[in-house]
C-alpha cells in the first residue's frame, strides 16, 4: 500500500506547478493547435506532397498510408556503430516496420541524429562538441517530424546527450503518441575491481599498453551500453520512471527474446495511443508534466544518478514549458534517500541492479517510502501521472505484480498484464522461475544499504 505523499514533494510540485504556469500554458496550447482531432496527421494533405511522403515505400504501406485511416508511425534513430550502445539499433527500423505491418499500422525512418560518445573523445578536441551536440540533436529530431505526416514518434537512442536532445526536439511535436525505446546494456565483462587494478598496476609501470588495453577490451566488450551507472543509464532509468519507456524494459540486454519482444510492444503501445484503435489517446505531452518531472528528479537522487542531469533535466522540462532549478533538487535531496550503489558509487553494476530487483524494486520502495527499511513515512514518488502503458496510475498495482525479496527472497522481476504479449509474459515468467535464491539470512544480516548491490554481483539472470 502506498504511503501518503511526502509533503516535501508535493511542496516542491506545486512551487513547480505555479512558477511553470504561464509557459506551461503556453506549450499545452501549442501542442493543441497541432492535433488534428479525429484525424490522421496527414489528412487533407496535398497530393504530390502525399506522393513524396510514399515515393520510396512497398505498395502495400503507400494503400495503407494513401487511405489516411491507420497510424502511420516516425521513427527518429541515433544510430550508429561508433557506439556500442547504439549499434545494436541498425535493424530495429526494418523489424518495426514489420511489425506495425502485422498491428495495421505502417513506419518510417523520419530522420537520423548525430551520437558522439564521450568515453570515446574524453580527453580529445571532439569533447568540446559534446555538450553542444544535445541542442543539434534536439534541432535534428524536429527536422523529422516536421514532415507532419506521422501519428506516433518512436525515438531509438540511448547515450548522453542523444536521449536529452531527442527528448527535447520530440516536445516540440508533444502532440504525437511517442515512446522511447532502449537498446539494453552489454553483458557484464571484466570486473570494475579486476579492472582497476591493471589501471593501477599501469600507472605504476608494473604491465604496459597491451595489458591495458586487453583489460579494458575485456569490460567494454560487446554491442549495448557501457554497463556503470553514468549518464547513459541514468537516461535509461529516467525514460522509465518519468512513463517513456514500457516498465520493466530499460536494462534488458540486446539481441535477447525479452528484449526484442519489449521492441515489438513498444510499437503496439505508441499505435495505440494514437487514439486511431480504439484505446484513449495519449500524448508526449500529457506524459511530460510537472509531476513526472519531479519524479524524474527523485529517481536520479535514488539511485545516485548522473549529476549531468541537473543540467539536462532543466533543459528538458524547460521543453514542455515546465520550469526547474537546482533549488527542487537541493530540496528533494534533503527526504529522497539512496536506495541503490551502482558502480562507480559500488560494486554493481546495472546488470547486477536489474536483476536484483532494479526499476520495480526502485519503485516500490519509493511508493511504500520507507514502512520497512527507512525513516521516512511518506511516499516519494507522484502516483498519478500519465504513463506510456495507458494507465492513469503510474508504478501502481492494477498491472503490476512485483515478486519481492521479502516474499520469496529471488531475484525480483516485475510482470506486467498488459500491454505485453502472452508470449513476452512467457519469458518473464521464466526469467522469474530460473532466477537464483538468495540465501534469507545473509540479506538480513546485511543492512540495508548494502543488500541490493552485495547480493546484486552474485546474482546474474540465465539472460545476461
Not at 5 to 20: F, G
Not at 139 to 168: E, N, Q, R, W, Y
Not at 249 to 277: C, D, H, I, Q, Y
Request: proline share 5%; with cysteine.
Amino acid at each position: 500500500m502506498n504511503a501518503p505523499l511526502n509533503p516535501t514533494l508535493d511542496r516542491v510540485t506545486q512551487r513547480i506547478i505555479e512558477r511553470s504556469r504561464g509557459l506551461r500554458s503556453d506549450y499545452l496550447a501549442s501542442m493543441d493547435a497541432q492535433a488534428r482531432a479525429g484525424k490522421t496527421q496527414r489528412a487533407g494533405m496535398g497530393c504530390a506532397n502525399m506522393a513524396h511522403t510514399t515515393a520510396a515505400l512497398p505498395a502495400a504501406d503507400k494503400l495503407v498510408i494513401h487511405a489516411e485511416r491507420a497510424p502511420h508511425v516516425g521513427i527518429i534513430t541515433a544510430y550508429n556503430d561508433m557506439l556500442s550502445a547504439h549499434q545494436p539499433y541498425e535493424h530495429y527500423p526494418e523489424r518495426l516496420r514489420s511489425h506495425a505491418r502485422t498491428i495495421g499500422a505502417t513506419a518510417q525512418v523520419a530522420g537520423g541524429v548525430p551520437a558522439m560518445c564521450d568515453g570515446i573523445t574524453q580527453g580529445a578536441e571532439g569533447m568540446e562538441l559534446s555538450l553542444f551536440s544535445r541542442d543539434v540533436i534536439a534541432l535534428a529530431t524536429a527536422v523529422g517530424l516536421s514532415h507532419k505526416v506521422f501519428d506516433a514518434a518512436l525515438m531509438l537512442g540511448v547515450c548522453d546527450k542523444i536521449v536529452p536532445g531527442l527528448f527535447m526536439g520530440a516536445l516540440q511535436f508533444g502532440h504525437l503518441s511517442t515512446a522511447f525505446v532502449p537498446a539494453g546494456p552489454m553483458t557484464s565483462g571484466l570486473s570494475n575491481d579486476a579492472k582497476a587494478k591493471v589501471r593501477q598496476q599501469y600507472a605504476q609501470g608494473l604491465v604496459g599498453r597491451d595489458a591495458l588495453l586487453e583489460s579494458e577490451a575485456a569490460a567494454y566488450h560487446s554491442p549495448g551500453t557501457c554497463t556503470f551507472y553514468g549518464t547513459a543509464n541514468s537516461n535509461q532509468m529516467l525514460m522509465e520512471i518519468m512513463g517513456l519507456h514500457l516498465p520493466g524494459s530499460s536494462f534488458v540486454n540486446p539481441g535477447t527474446p525479452l528484449r526484442e519482444a519489449l521492441t515489438r510492444a513498444a510499437m503496439e503501445r505508441a499505435v495505440a495511443n494514437t487514439g486511431k484503435t480504439g484505446q484513449p489517446v495519449i500524448r508526449l505531452a500529457d506524459i511530460v508534466t510537472e509531476k513526472s518531472i519531479v519524479n524524474g528528479i527523485v529517481g536520479l537522487l535514488a539511485t545516485g544518478g548522473s549529476t549531468n542531469h541537473t543540467i539536462h533535466l532543466i533543459a528538458m522540462a524547460r521543453a514542455a514549458g515546465i520550469v526547474i532549478d537546482w533549488d527542487d533538487f537541493a530540496e528533494l535531496s534533503a527526504v529522497v534517500p539512496l536506495l541503490a550503489r551502482v558502480y562507480p558509487n559500488g560494486k554493481a553494476d546495472v546488470n547486477h541492479f536489474h536483476a536484483a530487483g532494479g526499476m520495480g524494486f526502485l519503485m516500490r520502495e519509493l511508493l511504500a517510502a520507507g514502512v520497512r527499511i527507512f525513516e521516512y513515512e511518506d511516499g516519494l514518488l507522484h502516483t498519478k501521472s500519465m504513463v506510456i502503458d495507458g494507465q492513469v496510475t503510474v508504478f501502481g498495482t492494477v498491472n503490476l505484480d512485483i515478486r519481492s525479496f521479502e516474499l520469496n527472497f529471488e531475484v525480483s522481476v516485475i510482470i506486467y498484464d498488459r500491454p505485453f504479449s502472452e508470449a513476452t509474459r512467457g519469458l518473464q515468467d521464466r526469467y522469474i522461475r530460473e532466477s537464483r535464491p538468495i540465501d534469507p539470512a545473509r540479506w538480513l544480516a546485511r543492512p540495508w544499504w548494502r543488500r541490493t548491490a552485495e547480493n546484486a554481483v552474485q546474482m546474474m539472470s540465465p539472460l545476461l
